[in-house]
C-alpha cells in the first residue's frame, strides 16, 4: 500500500517541476540578446505578452516570447503566472495547500535582489585604467546649453546650493530644509 502513495506522490511532483513556467509582461518591454541593458534590443514585446521563463539571472529574465526568438527582459517588467493579481482566497483545496509550499501564505511574491559588485582588496590593488571606457563615459555627456535647453524643457530653474563641508556639524535644534547632509564619500 505505501509503495502505490509513494510513487503517485513521486510521479505529482515531477510533473509539477516539468511544467513550464510562465508570465506576463506588464507593460511594453525591449527583448533583449543579452542580460545587459545595453544589449542589442531584438524586439518589443507588448504588454500582456504571455511568454514561457527559461532561466534567471540577477535582474533578468530569459524568456521565450509566443513571436520572437528567446531574449532577455528586466524581471520587474515581468509578472509570474499568467499575468492576473491574485484575489484573496482564490485558492482552496490542494492546490491552495501547494501554493503555499511554492510561494508563501497567499499568493505570488516576487522579490528581486541583485548583488553589488564583486570587489576584493585583490581586486582594487590589481586595477588597472581602461581607456576605451573613460572614452565611452564622455560620450555620455552634454553642453551646458544642451543641459539648459533640457532642463528649461522640463520647467526646471535654476537653483543655488550651499557647499557644506565633510564632516560639518550643524548647531542643533536650527537646521533648516535647505540644510543639505555631508557627503560619506569624502571630498567631491
Not at 164 to 171: C, D, K, Q, T
Amino acid at each position: 500500500m505505501k509503495l502505490p502513495v509513494t510513487l503517485f506522490v513521486l510521479c505529482f511532483a515531477c510533473s509539477l517541476s516539468a511544467a513550464a513556467e510562465t508570465g506576463t509582461t506588464v507593460k511594453d518591454t525591449e527583448l533583449k540578446k543579452e542580460p545587459f541593458i545595453d544589449a542589442a534590443t531584438l524586439a518589443t514585446l507588448p504588454g500582456q505578452t504571455t511568454v514561457e521563463i527559461l532561466k534567471r539571472q540577477g535582474g533578468w529574465t530569459q524568456v521565450k516570447p509566443p513571436t520572437a526568438d528567446k531574449g532577455w527582459v528586466r524581471m520587474l517588467n515581468l509578472r509570474l503566472g499568467d499575468g492576473k493579481p491574485r484575489q484573496e482566497g482564490s485558492g482552496s483545496g490542494i492546490g491552495a495547500l501547494f501554493n503555499v509550499a511554492r510561494s508563501g501564505s497567499s499568493g505570488t511574491t516576487v522579490t528581486t535582489g541583485v548583488r553589488g559588485l564583486d570587489i576584493t582588496k585583490d581586486t582594487l590593488q590589481n586595477a588597472s585604467p581602461n581607456p576605451g571606457e573613460l572614452k565611452r563615459m564622455h560620450g555620455f555627456s552634454v553642453s551646458k546649453a544642451e543641459a539648459l535647453k533640457l532642463a528649461g524643457s522640463a520647467k526646471l530653474h535654476k537653483q543655488s546650493v550651499e557647499y557644506v563641508e565633510p564632516g560639518a556639524v550643524r548647531p542643533s535644534g536650527n537646521a533648516s530644509s535647505s540644510d543639505a547632509p555631508a557627503s560619506s564619500w569624502g571630498n567631491n
